[in-house]
């Protein structure tokens, strides 16, 4: 069974740090990309950030470049979400997902129907 647990959310004051950790189990995660994503409340949901099977490339949205770095680590099968400089917008469920990598060379990283397996989303609040 596919699991992907999210972690590492909270609240914290602006210009704060957090970083999530994204544990994968029941899958090989070096022939899969992660993505986070997150839903503010009223909002969609959107892409925040991705990266591929290998670690080799990375996405961004522009909201969250210069401040947010993905990075993951095969052999624990942990994906992690650095994020600095926190903004009360980047208050949102934090979700991580996984899109095969073969899929996302030809799915663009930000749309949601690639992915194939969700989390169940960690509540970050940045408020002061």
């Known amino acids: 069974q596919v699991q992907l647990v999210e972690s590492g959310g909270g609240l914290v004051q602006p210009g704060g740090s957090l970083r999530l950790s994204c544990a994968v189990s029941?899958?090989?995660?070096?022939?899969?990309?992660i993505g986070w994503f997150r839903q503010a409340p009223g909002k969609e949901r959107e892409g925040v950030s991705c990266?591929?099977?290998?670690?080799?490339?990375?996405y961004y949205a522009d909201s969250v470049k210069g401040r947010f770095t993905i990075s993951r680590d095969n052999f624990k099968n942990t994906v992690y979400l650095q994020m600095n400089s926190l903004k009360p917008e980047d208050t949102a469920v934090y979700y991580c997902a996984a899109i095969s990598q073969i899929v996302l060379t030809y799915s663009p990283w930000l749309v949601e129907l690639g992915y194939d397996y969700w989390g169940q989303g960690t509540q970050v609040t940045v408020s002061s």
């Open positions: 990266i591929s099977s290998s670690g080799g490339s990375t």
């Open positions: 029941g899958l090989t995660l070096d022939d899969y990309a």
